[in-house]
Antibody, heavy 121, light 110 residues
Framework: QVQLVESGGGVVQPGGSLRLSCAAS????????MHWVRQAPGKGLEWVAV????????LYVDSVKGRFTISRDNSKNTVDLQMNSLRPEDTALYYC??????????????WGQGTLVTVSS | QSALTQPASVSGSPGQSITISCTGT?????????VSWYQQHSGKAPKLIIY???NRPSGVSNRFSGSKSGNTASLTISGLQPEDEADYHC??????????FGSGTKVTVL
């Protein structure tokens, strides 16, 4: 059974940090590119970051560059998103999603159920 | 980079066909065949229903079809059913940011 399970969300003050994690099962994790995609309350989807299947390349949306870091551990089938200097506009449901193409961008499949991040004082 | 443009809402009666557009530029939709579509029921995670413009993953109903002309991609739902009521999002590879999504379309079955 293919499954992505996110964890690590919560409430944090502006300027604070959180580390999200996504655990994969039922897929050959080491050949998948892995993305983080977020969805603010009542809004559409926004792509946040991607890491290639082998970890060699990482790309970010401009609004999180220098604040967020994506990483992966293919021995544990996990991908993380370290989020620093959080802002209220980072408040969203954060999904991890696989990319069977492995590198660059192809499409997002499968998806996790999401973990909620709320940035508020 | 701005989101791809989708209509905010589309509605239809059961059995009808509806089409959702997704308009970008030559730097994304028009320049690459990596357009995908996602169905998102309320409170649920998105689900891939179309990839590479017109391909359906295994298990997705053949009532869903995709196409592209110039800078605009389209998703057509034929034989609309109550369970098709959901939000639909398009996505495309872009030259600049790797991934971009559309603004999302709410489909209502009347």
């Amino acid at each position: 059974q293919v499954q992505l399970v996110e964890s690590g969300g919560g409430v944090v003050q502006p300027g604070g940090s959180l580390r999200l994690s996504c655990a994969a099962s039922g897929i050959n994790f080491s050949i998948f590119g892995m993305h983080w995609v977020r969805q603010a309350p009542g809004k559409g989807l926004e792509w946040v970051a991607v890491i290639w299947y082998d970890g060699r390349k990482k790309l970010y949306v401009d609004s999180v560059k220098g604040r967020f870091t994506i990483s992966r551990d293919n021995s544990k089938n996990t991908v993380d998103l370290q989020m620093n200097s959080l802002r209220p506009e980072d408040t969203a449901l954060y999904y991890c999603a696989g990319d069977p193409g492995g590198t660059g961008f192809n499409w997002f499949d499968p998806w996790g159920q999401g973990t909620l991040v709320t940035v508020s004082s | 980079q701005s989101a791809l443009t989708q209509p905010a809402s589309v509605s239809g009666s059961p059995g009808q066909s509806i089409t959702i557009s997704c308009t970008g530029t030559s730097s994304d939709v028009g320049g690459y065949n990596y357009v995908s579509w996602y169905q998102q029921h309320s409170g649920k995670a998105p689900k891939l229903i179309i990839y590479e413009v017109s391909n359906r993953p295994s298990g997705v109903s053949n009532r869903f079809s995709g196409s592209k002309s110039g800078n605009t991609a389209s998703l057509t739902i034929s034989g609309l059913q109550p369970e098709d009521e959901a939000d639909y999002h398009c996505s495309s590879y872009t030259r600049s940011t790797v991934g971009i999504f559309g603004s999302g379309t709410k489909v209502t079955v009347l």
